[in-house]
């Protein structure tokens, strides 16, 4: 069946990278996205890569996909106390209809 | 562009009673999914419909169930509130054109005492 695992915790000083880091077991993924969720809101697309890339750069966001080991990390360059949320990582698997989520890292940037 | 709604915003009801959640979706998307999102974790997806049909499901009991009107909008309903049903309920609307990204809507909150 389909598992994404993400870990539970980060925190960065403001103006380090973050690299949030998540692993999926179904090799049938196609796209893989990260979303952000602030308190009390839903939930916000940051970015998506497809199964067949293993690089995505947008602005402060840099996506990695590691197919082999089925590795999707997402890093954030010079956090900022904005960045404070949590992010989970999610995937669309083969055909399927819906996204299966993790359980969502809090990340925390600290003064 | 309008993004995706919902209502209401909280709400309240007591175990056993029944519940009606509503979702607009983004303007030019066809295809709206429910997610149930439990304090603490990630969104579950409950089903999704497009073109005013169930077009897959999770795994869900029949007490949930819903409906697509022509205009894309959807209700989720869900009967004999049990207390475990208590979460955030996340509407998503998408294009079948596009590369399957959901937008999400900002969630209704169900408490059920």
């Known amino acids: 069946g389909e598992d994404v695992e993400q870990s539970l915790f980060l925190s960065v000083r403001e103006g380090d990278s973050s690299v949030i880091n998540c692993t999926y077991t179904?090799?049938?993924?196609?796209?893989l996205y990260w979303y952000k969720q602030e308190p009390g809101a839903g939930l916000q697309l940051l970015t998506y890569?497809?199964?067949?890339?293993d690089m995505k750069q947008d602005q402060r966001l840099t996506v990695l996909l590691n197919k082999k080991d089925k590795h999707l990390s997402l890093r954030i360059a010079d956090t900022q106390t904005g960045d404070s949320a949590i992010y989970f990582c999610?995937?669309?698997?083969?055909?399927?209809?819906?996204?299966?989520f993790g359980s969502g890292t809090q990340l925390t940037v600290l003064p | 562009e309008t993004g995706v709604t919902q209502s209401p915003t909280h709400l309240i009801k007591t175990r056993g009673q029944q519940v009606t959640l509503r979702c607009s979706s983004q303007?030019?998307?066809?295809?709206v999914s429910w997610y149930q999102q439990a304090l603490g974790q990630g969104p579950q997806f409950i089903f999704q419909y497009y073109r005013e049909e169930e077009n897959g499901r999770g795994n869900f009991p029949p007490r949930f169930s819903g409906l697509q009107f022509p205009n894309y909008s959807s209700e989720l309903n869900v009967n004999a509130l049990e207390l475990d049903d208590s979460a955030l309920y996340l509407c998503?609307?998408?294009?079948?054109?596009?590369?399957?990204?959901?937008?999400f809507g900002p969630g209704t909150r169900l408490t059920v005492t």
């Open positions: 179904d090799s049938s993924s196609t796209y």
């Open positions: 303007s030019g998307h066809n295809t």
């Open positions: 890569i497809f199964s067949n890339m």
């Open positions: 999610a995937e669309r698997a083969g055909s399927a209809r819906q996204l299966t």
């Open positions: 998503a609307s998408s294009s079948p054109s596009g590369n399957y990204e959901q937008y």
